[in-house]
Nanobody, 126 residues
Framework: QVQLVESGGGLVQPGGSLRLTCAAS????????ISWFRQAPGKAREFVAA????????KYADSVKNRFTISKDNAKTTAYLQMNSLKPEDTAVYYC???????????????????WGQGTQVTVSS
């Protein structure tokens, strides 16, 4: 059974940083593209960042480019989302998702992912 467990969320002031962690089990991690999505209250879920299963390619939403960095450690079956220069509009529940061998062109579509975590709350506020 696949499990994705997010952690690292919390309350941070604007301009601050957080690192989210997605710990995976029950899947061949090196064969899965890992992505982060987020959902703010009253809004649709949106794509944030993705890293290809091989780790060689990444993709970011325009709203987080140059502020967020996604990475994955296949040996630890863990993915990370380093978030810097956080803004109030980054406030949302953040979810990690896993999709087997997803290529770059399919990374941003949540319907391509079979497995999801429960989410971790990120609140950016002064």
């Amino acid at each position: 059974q696949v499990q994705l467990v997010e952690s690292g969320g919390g309350l941070v002031q604007p301009g601050g940083s957080l690192r989210l962690t997605c710990a995976a089990s029950g899947l061949i991690f090196s064969e899965h593209t890992i992505s982060w999505f987020r959902q703010a209250p009253g809004k649709a879920r949106e794509f944030v960042a993705a890293i290809r299963f091989s780790g060689g390619s990444t993709k970011y939403a325009d709203s987080v480019k140059n502020r967020f960095t996604i990475s994955k450690d296949n040996a630890k079956t863990t993915a990370y989302l380093q978030m810097n220069s956080l803004k109030p509009e980054d406030t949302a529940v953040y979810y990690c998702a896993a999709g087997r061998r997803l290529i770059t062109s399919r990374m941003g579509d949540g319907t391509n992912y079979n497995d999801w975590g429960q989410g971790t709350q990120v609140t950016v506020s002064s």
